[in-house]
T-cell receptor, first 112, second 113 residues
Framework: GENVEQHPSTLSVQEGDSAVIKCTYS??????FPWYKQELGKGPQLIID?????GEKKDQRIAVTLNKTAKHFSLHITETQPEDSAVYFC???????????FGSGTRLSIRP | NAGVTQTPKFRVLKTGQSMTLLCAQD?????MYWYRQDPGMGLRLIHY???????AKGEVPDGYNVSRLKKQNFLLGLESAAPSQTSVYFC????????????FGAGSRLTVL
């Protein structure tokens, strides 16, 4: 089955700087890769996603890139703000299209 | 429109006790999921359902059972709780296989002593 690895587990950046979180997946048949943000005491919420037929997708300050050959994808947050502090999860939808498997999460802290 | 509602939000159990977590969604979603969240382990899929009356095992199903008797409800049961099941449990739902966005509940924190 699908396995998703995520790093780093913690990341601290100065406000205004960029943050990058990287993930790898194992199932070459996976074709959908979402990113979720979890704020303290809440359930995760989708912030951006990318399908396997696209190499990059951008939404304001966040962007996701996908390298299918290498089976890795990354989340990029530019001009970080205090409200970006949260736990971020990458995920992959497995080839059965029924399961979404998550990475281990990255706790992002934005220093003022 | 409440979305995904989990009950209870908090529970403390003794080893060997049983309990059921209830997940209810009012969005008419076909797919429902139970995940557990542990520090450093991310969200791990316990069981899932692709429709009323169906269930399937996820990554970490041992020690748990589930039922989907009604489309809107997905129950997670612990027959004999163990300290290793101390975790935060999240339920999520998705419209169907053509959709991709999971809607999560707020979580249920379970402590097993």
């Amino acid at each position: 089955g699908e396995n998703v690895e995520q790093h780093p587990s913690t990341l601290s950046v100065q406000e205004g700087d960029s943050a990058v979180i990287k993930c790898t997946y194992s199932d070459s048949a996976s074709n959908y890769f979402p990113w979720y943000k979890q704020e303290l005491g809440k359930g995760p919420q989708l912030i951006i996603d990318i399908r396997s037929n696209v190499g990059e997708k951008k939404d304001q300050r966040i962007a996701v890139t996908l390298n299918k050959t290498a089976k890795h994808f990354s989340l990029h947050i530019t001009e970080t703000q205090p409200e970006d502090s949260a736990v971020y999860f990458c995920a992959a939808r497995d080839s059965s299209a029924s399961k979404i498997i998550f990475g281990s999460g990255t706790r992002l802290s934005i220093r003022p | 429109n409440a979305g995904v509602t989990q009950t209870p939000k908090f529970r403390v159990l003794k080893t060997g006790q049983s309990m059921t977590l209830l997940c209810a969604q009012d969005m008419n979603h076909e797919y429902m999921y139970w995940y557990r969240q542990d520090p450093g382990m991310g969200l791990r899929l316990i069981h899932y359902s692709v429709g009323e009356g169906t269930t399937a095992k996820g990554e970490v199903p041992d020690g748990y059972n589930v039922s989907r008797l009604k489309k809107q409800n997905f129950l997670l049961g612990l027959e004999s709780a163990a300290p290793s099941q101390t975790s935060v449990y999240f339920c999520a739902s998705m419209p169907d296989s053509g959709a991709n966005v999971l809607t999560f509940g707020a979580g249920s924190r379970l402590t097993v002593l």
